[in-house]
C-alpha cells in the first residue's frame, strides 16, 4: 500500500498505467490446497459476504441505466499468466497442405 505498481489492460499489453493504491484488500481464500484448509463457510455467510462486496460497488456502476464501465487493471506477472493459459488452452489448427 502507498507503493507505485505498474497495472495493465488485462488483454492489450500498450494500455498501462503507473498507481498508488490507497487500500489493498485480498479478493480469494484459501480452503483447499490438496486437503481441507479450513472449513468452508455456509450458504448464509457466504451470501452475507457478497452482499456486503456488491454493496463496496460504487453506485455508477452497477445503475441499470448508463452503467460506467468497471475498470480493471492486472499486475504485469497476472497479464504473463493469463497469457500463457490462453496460449495453453487455445486449440491449435492443423493445415493440410
Known amino acids: 500500500m502507498g507503493e507505485k505498481i505498474l ?4 488483454f492489450f499489453e500498450n494500455l498501462r498505467a503507473y498507481v ?5 484488500a485480498p479478493l ?10 479450513r472449513p468452508i463457510p455456509d450458504i448464509h455467510e457466504s451470501r452475507a459476504r457478497c452482499e ?3 454493496a463496496q460497488i460504487r453506485e455508477d456502476v452497477t445503475r441499470s441505466r ?3 464501465p468497471y475498470k ?3 499486475t504485469r506477472e497476472l497479464f504473463e499468466f493469463i497469457g500463457e493459459l490462453w496460449l495453453k488452452e487455445t486449440p491449435i489448427q492443423e493445415i493440410d497442405s
Open 7 to 10: 497495472v495493465q489492460h488485462p
Open 20 to 24: 498508488t493504491p490507497t487500500s489493498v
Open 28 to 37: 480469494h481464500e484459501l480452503f483447499f490446497d490438496g486437503a481441507l484448509v
Open 72 to 74: 480493471l487493471s492486472v
Open 52 to 54: 456486503k462486496q456488491i
Open 66 to 68: 448508463n452503467a460506467t
